[in-house]
């Protein structure tokens, strides 16, 4: 038998793994010291970087950031795929209130940094509002979409606004990931998820 020659990892590999680690590590920090809190060169540091190295690849505080968030969404959309798939009407509001909620189970730093980015962006961090505010945005507009659809199929009711309704559901969910957060041990959020499904579709049907 040939000996087993390692494949040698690219420059663009290597640099995919750091960029991943350092965007790992800000997660981890931020979710506990909020990004006021944290600096470049202790997220470079935590990953097991140089105190530069955050700054030469992302070039600023705020790229780096909204690095941050565009991961965490994708772990939330990821989810989405999962729990909605293919679903439509009252069904995938259900499944997409349980896609927040199983998102921040499997992923509690993820979106523990991204809640208090979310304050932050009222603050300390206005240059992220209009990135929030457009994931807001998108939420509820998938509430609402599938919202339309059970009302369409007959599902839920004619004399429901979808829009204000989807306002109303994503600020439950919010609200109840909130909660957790702030009292993990307190808070069932399975059996949140469980609750809030159910008194949704009573309120729709």
Same mark, same amino acid.
């Given at each position: ?23 790992? /590590? ?88 991204? &809640?208090?980015? &979310? ?83 009573? /309120?729709?049907?």
């Amino acid at each position: 038998m040939s000996p087993t020659v390692p494949v040698r990892r690219t420059q663009e590999d290597r640099r995919a793994e750091s960029d991943r680690r350092l965007i790992n /590590s800000a997660i981890r920090l931020i979710a506990r010291n909020g990004s006021a809190g944290t600096t470049l060169a202790e997220i470079g540091v935590a990953a097991g970087y140089s105190r530069g190295l955050p700054s030469e690849r992302f070039g600023s505080k705020q790229a780096l950031l909204e690095s941050l968030v565009d991961r965490v969404e994708q772990a939330f959309q990821d989810q989405v795929v999962i729990d909605v798939g293919d679903r439509t009407g009252l069904e995938a509001v259900e499944a997409r209130i349980h896609a927040h909620l199983n998102g921040a189970l499997k992923g509690a730093s993820g979106v523990r940094s991204l &809640y208090l980015l &979310y304050m932050e962006s009222l603050t300390v961090a206005p240059q992220l509002h209009g990135r929030i505010a457009e994931l807001s945005r998108g939420y509820r507009e998938a509430f609402a979409r599938h919202l339309r659809e059970g009302q369409q199929a007959g599902e839920i009711r004619g004399d429901l606004d979808p829009d204000h309704q989807a306002m109303v559901i994503l600020g439950a969910v919010r609200g109840l990931i909130t909660q957790w957060l702030i009292e993990p041990k307190a808070i069932d959020l399975a059996a949140a998820r469980t609750a809030l499904t159910t008194m949704v579709r009573r /309120s729709l049907t």
